[in-house]
Every structure is written in structure tokens, then in C-alpha cells.
């Protein structure tokens, strides 16, 4: 009588993120917040095991799935500006990033330690978020479980998900920035991660929009175009979603938050002044390509006195006044800067409002839209960057880029527009709907998990010959989705 099918292994995980979960009071970015998604999705499958780490000077951690880098600074950030941090990876020395790396590398030994006693084994796939310093560690880290497996265990599998900030580090390099040295680009591409080939090369890498796969591909052109994956980001519809506000009045709603005033201090309750009947909102942070300026002109510009806007997000003391003053410039008196707000906050705006206005050039993906459609708020991107896969005009619009006053005057037109048609009424629907059908984050993990399913029995069946190509897992939201 034959023996019965052993049944199949859980595939363990390992997840190494750049930034920190939303928890404990401390706010997240948006690739912490998506790699706590991942995580809670990847958990909710039978068939997976999951394990994550990320760094953070204030966090603490008993879970035995999730352990906290303790770092005794602000969490390092390749670019721009964060929740959370300005300490830039080039404000390091040589040696500070040599030992940052070799604290990183030790806390995940002694994390897979604790896996190993749990599970038996190591893990199967190590997921890098970005494409920089847990790319560099997450391959250290495969040829140390490799170099210890037993005979016949198979070296776990490496997939970088590149996210965004990394890649926007190496291009400010390669453009002469001053405040960008050329540093990490000749170190990644010296490291072999993104190579054609080579021991260390990653087995796959992640990215988030067609737009953004192009920006890798022509950052390290050697690296093997069928195993650039591609797996839209994914929003968490138990937070995102048409009834987020609970029942709430908008004026309940936003007399939740608190206006802020140039120095960032709160200052009264937001209220609707009277003659205001719509509301408009800018969601991110003050980073110079997120064009919160472009946003507050076009406001002035477009002269509708019936409407509220908001501007939610944060940035360093100086853009707080920098971007107040111009506010105060443009005479917006119907404007409140409230900060960032938690997810569940973000939401219940998202569910009463009537536009969300994201102006940012060449973003990388812009969760922050899907999440406005979940709750039913259509969307006003630029055409550039991640929205070209997924904003149509069934959801909301894209106002084409163009450079300064122009740029300013066309999304003017194109916010007037929105109100004037009642976007939240004839598109808020679609977008919702859209949004459930092609944008949670389960979705997202599911089709990522595929493509690297996909590159693994590829990999597998083809040791010591000529690979059969993996075919690029279609990124567009709208394939099918329209």
C-alpha cells in the first residue's frame, strides 16, 4: 500500500524592512506602512509562514513574528524626507555605514536563530525592502544560511522589492546633487546584487509600476529583464473603504483634527467656514517633487470660494513655515495644514471629502490615490510616474506634466473641473469599486508571490542550462480591471 503524500511545508518568510510599522505613537512612511500590510496578508494564508524586522530608536517588540532593530538614532532614509527622520544614508561615514551594516547583519543572525528553533529550519525567501542596505545585508544573509545548511537544503530564495526612495539616491548620484555624492550607486552596482549574473546576484527584484521598473532597468541595464517583477502596491480594505467615517458628519470628521500653525503647533479644531460646502485635500509629504506648492497655487488660482482644502502630511520645521508663508502669500484663508494623520484618520477624511489632489511628479507608485478611491474619493494625479497604470477617467484624472506656471494653470482647470462635475458623486463609485477589485494588498501579495514562484520553478529547472524566461507579471491595475 503506497505511503500518503507528506503534506507540503508552509514556505517561511522573512521580511527585512527600511522603515518602521505604524505603531507604538510612532509614524510610518509609506513603505513601513506597506511592509506591515505584506505582512498581516502573507500571516492570513495557511500556506506561509511569515517574519519581519525593521529598524527603529523607539519600538519594542514580544511577538515572536515581528523583532525591532534597535538603533540609537533616527532611522537612516535615502532621500528627501520622512515621518520619522532626516538622518540621510549620505550623512554617514565610511565606517558609521560598516558598522551599521555589521549591527544589521548580527541582529539577523540571532533573529534566524529564534526562527530556526521555532520552525526547524530557516527561511525559504527573504524579501529586501528597497533597494540598498537590506539588499546589501539580505545577501549576506543568504550566503550565511547557505554556508550552514545541511547537505541537500536548498539556499533561500532572494527578492528585492524596490519600492522607490533607493532608486531616486542612485539618479540624485548620477545628476551631480551636491547633497548626493556619487557614493551608493557604484556600491550597488559593484555588489553584484543587480548584475547578470553571479553567486550574488538577487534572484528577483520587485517594483511597483511599469514607470518604475523602466527607472531600474536603466539605473542597472545588465540585470536580467525576466526577473524584474512587477506587483502594483495594495491598500488594506478593513481601513480603506467607502463607510470609513463610521456614520460621521464632516464637520464630526474634521472637527477631530487640529489645525496646525506655521511652527506645527495645533491651534483649534478644523471647521468648514461658512459658505464652504466642498473639500479638497493634499496628502504626503513635503518633499519637493510632491509639489505641495503646485497644489496650494493651483488652489489660489482656481477661485472657487465654496471650497475647504486640507494638507495632510509633514516635513522638517523649515518646509512647515516655508509652505504656511506661501499659503498666507496666495491669501488661501480656507486652508488648514492639520499634519499626518494615522491610517484610520486618513480614512475617515478620504470618506468625506471631495477630491484628493496628489500633483507629485514621477511618483513611484502613489498608494496614497488607491487609498482615496477605496473610500470613494476620486483622484487628480500627474500623468507620470505610477498613476499612468492605474488613473483613468473613470476614477478621477491626470493633468499632463509640464514645468512651473503651467504645470500650476492646467491643474487649476482640471480641479475646477472636478468640482464643477461632481467627481465624488459620478466617478467616487468606480473608484471604490476599482480599488476593491484590483488594489488590496492580499492581491498585490498574491500576484508578487506568483512571479516569484514562477522565477524559483524556473530557476529549479533549468540548473546548469539555458533558463526559459519568466514572463514580466503584468503591473497595470487597469489589465482586466478597467
Given amino acids: 500500500m503506497a505511503e500518503p503524500a507528506e503534506a507540503a511545508k508552509p514556505r517561511i518568510i522573512l521580511h527585512l524592512g527600511s522603515n518602521n510599522w505604524q505603531r507604538q505613537g510612532e509614524f510610518a512612511p509609506g513603505s513601513g506602512i506597506l511592509h506591515a500590510a505584506h505582512h498581516a496578508a502573507m500571516a492570513a494564508r495557511d500556506d506561509l509562514r511569515v517574519y519581519s524586522t525593521f529598524p527603529s530608536p523607539r519600538q519594542t517588540s ?126 550597488m552596482r559593484a555588489s553584484g546584487l543587480f548584475a547578470a549574473d ?19 532597468a536603466r539605473l542597472f541595464p545588465s540585470y536580467p529583464a525576466d526577473r524584474i517583477l512587477q506587483s502594483p502596491n495594495g491598500y488594506d480594505p478593513a481601513v480603506f473603504h467607502p463607510a470609513a467615517a463610521g456614520g460621521a458628519s464632516r464637520a464630526e470628521v474634521l472637527g477631530q483634527l487640529q489645525a496646525r500653525d506655521r511652527d506645527k503647533q495645533p491651534v483649534a479644531p478644523v471647521t468648514m467656514p461658512d459658505g464652504t460646502e466642498r473639500l479638497v485635500i493634499f496628502c504626503g509629504k513635503f518633499a519637493a517633487w510632491k509639489r505641495l506648492d503646485a497644489y496650494l497655487a493651483a488652489l489660489a488660482q482656481a477661485g472657487m470660494e465654496d471650497v475647504m482644502a486640507l494638507v495632510i502630511g509633514d516635513g522638517p520645521p523649515e518646509d512647515w513655515r516655508r509652505y504656511h508663508d506661501l499659503a498666507a502669500d496666495l491669501g488661501l484663508e480656507r486652508l488648514a495644514f492639520v499634519g499626518p494623520l494615522p491610517q484610520e484618520a486618513l480614512a475617515r477624511v478620504n470618506a468625506v471629502a471631495d477630491l484628493g489632489v496628489y500633483p507629485a511628479r514621477r511618483e513611484p507608485f ?66 471604490a469599486e476599482r480599488a476593491a477589485r484590483c488594489h488590496t494588498v492580499a492581491a498585490q501579495v498574491d500576484r508578487m508571490l506568483d512571479g516569484l514562484d514562477a522565477v524559483r520553478r524556473a530557476d529549479q529547472g533549468n540548473v546548469g542550462g539555458a533558463r526559459d524566461a519568466v514572463p514580466l507579471v503584468d503591473a497595470s491595475p487597469l489589465s482586466g480591471c478597467a
Fill in 366 to 431: 502613489g498608494l496614497v490615490l488607491i487609498e482615496a478611491m477605496a473610500c470613494g474619493l476620486p483622484v487628480l494625479g500627474a500623468r507620470s510616474g505610477g498613476p499612468v497604470d492605474f488613473v483613468d477617467a473613470a476614477v478621477g484624472g491626470l493633468v499632463p506634466e509640464a514645468e512651473g506656471s503651467a504645470f500650476v494653470t492646467s491643474l487649476a482647470a482640471h480641479m475646477r473641473m472636478a468640482l464643477v462635475q461632481d467627481w465624488r458623486r459620478t466617478k467616487g463609485p468606480q473608484a
Fill in 62 to 187: 514580544d511577538r515572536a513574528d515581528l523583532s525591532i532593530f534597535a538603533i540609537p538614532h533616527d532611522i537612516p532614509i535615502c532621500e528627501s524626507i520622512s515621518p520619522v527622520s532626516r538622518n540621510r544614508w549620505h550623512g554617514f561615514s565610511d565606517s558609521g555605514f560598516a558598522e551599521y551594516r555589521a549591527a544589521l547583519m548580527e541582529h539577523l543572525r540571532r533573529f534566524c536563530d529564534r526562527i530556526r528553533a521555532t520552525e526547524g529550519r530557516d527561511p525559504d525567501l527573504i524579501i529586501a525592502h528597497h533597494a540598498f542596505i537590506n539588499a546589501l545585508v539580505g545577501a549576506d544573509l543568504r550566503d550565511h544560511l547557505a554556508a550552514h545548511a545541511a547537505p541537500g537544503v536548498a539556499t533561500p530564495q532572494l527578492a528585492c522589492f524596490v519600492h522607490g526612495t533607493a532608486l531616486k539616491m542612485f539618479r540624485a548620484e548620477i545628476d551631480g546633487h551636491p547633497d548626493y555624492p556619487e557614493r551608493f550607486y557604484p556600491m
Fill in 198 to 216: 553571479g553567486a550574488r546576484r538577487a534572484d528577483a527584484v520587485v517594483t511597483i509600476s511599469t514607470a518604475q521598473a523602466q527607472a531600474f
